[in-house]
């Protein structure tokens, strides 16, 4: 799949000193998900922001659909819809005047059809000539992607965009992605809920303290870092592991009625064959089993934790 | 040229005006209407004639460069500061278009505005004191030029200001004093030698005496000198503003 924006070797430092992105080079897939993982202040923001033109680049450059963001920022900014992560709103606008304005920030002609669809996709329909200080935050979050998306760009880019928003209206939200992806309008997605981004991207981007420190495809990196674990329920209490268990990666949960073995599935032999004879030999009954695998979220936690 | 991107934030500032209207132009209105009745009745009385032109008249073009100055500064001002302050300012800056479409936009709304209420103060005032424009293509032009310097001086404040106070600082304690002390209830030949000097390093004296003139042939300075100045203005505002938008000052840095 072809690149539709690439960054390379972006470095910022802010005046005060603080240096936002270091050396960042990023590749987005046309038509992708991509999901971008990073702690407060990792620099998700100021890199968005910088490919969008609201703040200066230092070093490095970036190309949108092979255009330069900056000596062919019309070509490359036309082709890029932004919901920012503040719900920054013009209080006494109606929603139908504040969306229609944006259309026309974008230098296209007016098309109340396409607006009509949009308010209507977003259910803003019947909040149409009703002012934007009057709407709950939910419903600001929702005028904000009506605006991002009101110049039909090719790229969207949502930052945290389901924050402060409640379930009904995340699905919502979510519907409207996949129709966009469906559409082939290609979604840069952050977000502090990591089940969404485990849900919904095709790639995930993890930046960390300025530096991208992994871009993998989301089954694969789920497949590569995640961990299995085996629970055994026991069917009576065990005060200790038997010392015939002592050669696998066994642990007691503390109310002792749980064997956890921790195995990695890329492994040529898991081990689970061979602690089920042992069990077996050392006389161990248990009543149920079950596996789970670790999620998106244990996986950012730790990858983070080590960067750091 | 995206002139749907200009005509769009140009009528953004519009509607905005139409929604304050009161704010925008009742109240200049009234205000002029005040000036009148405080210099034309009280001090008029006094003051019968400036060269051959009735007081009151005399301080009709005054007045309206009084309004005009102040209200370009307000409005293109208020214009850019408020989306900085409410954050929107983030899809003026994402979306393709050059910073001299932003500027005809905000420049060209505010400019909008203050030539309105100007032509408004002028109808209001013929209304009270008997007036004559000697030279309506000049009136017309220092009226527009003057808009527009000043919307772009307002624009610079909108984006320099951090603060409402910022905000407020330099149409109050700058503009306005230099307005009132540039000959707008005045001739400069009526003060004494040295406060005529200094005077003359106010650079409103230069508007005002050029827009006197175009209504009495009565001026300060040359014609020729009032419009270098507002030359000199118009291109210094213009290459800050330039400068701004290069280095992103206070927009993306």
């Known amino acids: 799949m072809r690149s539709i924006i690439s960054v390379n070797n972006l470095t910022k430092t802010y005046a005060g000193g603080f240096t936002a992105l270091k050396d960042v080079s990023l590749e987005i897939r046309d038509g992708e998900i991509f999901g971008l993982l990073g702690p407060n202040g990792a620099g998700k923001t100021t890199l968005i922001n910088i490919i969008c033109g609201i703040v200066n680049p230092g070093d490095g450059s970036i190309t949108v659909n092979g255009h330069d963001t900056i000596k062919d920022y019309r070509a490359a900014r036309s082709l890029i819809g932004l919901v920012p992560q503040e719900l920054t709103t013009d209080a006494f606008e109606t929603v139908w005047h504040t969306v229609n304005f944006t259309r026309g920030l974008f230098g296209k002609a007016s098309n109340p059809g396409h607006i009509e669809k949009l308010l209507k996709d977003l259910s803003l329909w019947d909040k149409k000539d009703e002012r934007l200080m009057t709407l709950s935050g939910g419903m600001k979050r929702r005028v904000l992607i009506a605006k991002a998306l009101s110049h039909e760009p090719q790229i969207l880019f949502l930052d945290e965009p389901t924050a402060g928003v409640d379930v009904e209206l995340r699905k919502d939200m979510w519907a409207v992605v996949h129709e966009l992806r469906d559409a082939g309008v290609t979604i840069i997605l952050t977000t502090h809920y990591i089940e969404e981004a485990e849900q919904m991207a095709d790639r995930i981007g993890v930046i960390n303290q300025g530096e991208i420190i992994l871009v993998e495809e989301k089954t694969e990196l789920m497949r590569k870092l995640g961990i299995k674990q085996l629970a055994l329920e026991l069917q009576g209490r065990m005060t200790k592991l038997p010392a015939a268990l002592k050669t696998h990666k066994l642990e007691l949960a503390e109310d002792g009625m749980t064997l956890i073995y921790t195995y990695d599935t890329r492994a040529e032999r898991t081990g689970i064959t061979a602690l089920l004879n042992d069990l077996g030999k050392a006389g161990i009954k248990f009543r149920d089993i079950h596996t789970t695998q670790s999620s998106l979220e244990d996986i950012f936690v730790n990858l983070v934790k080590r960067a750091s | ?253």
């Open chain 2, 1 to 253: 040229m995206k002139w749907r991107a200009v005509g769009a934030i140009y009528a953004f500032e519009m509607a905005r005006t139409r929604r304050t209207l009161t704010q925008s132009i009742v109240a200049p209105v009234i205000s002029t209407v005040l000036y009148f009745v405080v210099f034309g009745a009280a001090i008029g009385s006094r003051i019968t004639e400036v060269e051959g032109v009735s007081y009151g008249s005399f301080i009709v073009p005054g007045l309206i460069m009084l309004s005009v100055l102040t209200q370009s500064i307000a409005n293109a001002s208020f214009g850019i500061y408020f989306p900085r302050f409410t954050g929107t300012i983030y899809e003026i800056l994402s979306a393709p278009i050059s910073f001299f479409e932003i500027v005809l936009g905000y420049v060209g709304a505010a400019a909008t505005k203050s030539i309105i209420l100007g032509s408004i103060i002028l109808a209001t005032a013929g209304f009270i004191v008997p007036l004559e424009i000697a030279h309506p293509f000049w009136m017309a032009l220092f009226l527009v030029l003057t808009a527009i310097t000043f919307s772009l001086l307002g624009f610079i404040i909108g984006i320099w200001a951090d603060g409402f106070e910022k905000l407020q600082i330099v149409p109050l304690l700058i503009v306005t004093p230099l307005t009132f002390l540039g000959g707008s209830f005045y001739s400069i030949s009526m003060l004494p030698p040295l406060w005529q000097t200094v005077s003359y390093f106010n650079p409103v004296v230069y508007l005002i005496s050029g827009f006197r003139w175009s209504f009495y042939e009565l001026a300060d300075v040359s014609l020729g000198v009032s419009l270098g100045m507002i030359a000199f203005f118009l291109a210094l505002c213009l290459s800050l503003i330039w400068w701004i938008f290069k280095t992103g000052y206070r927009l993306k840095s």
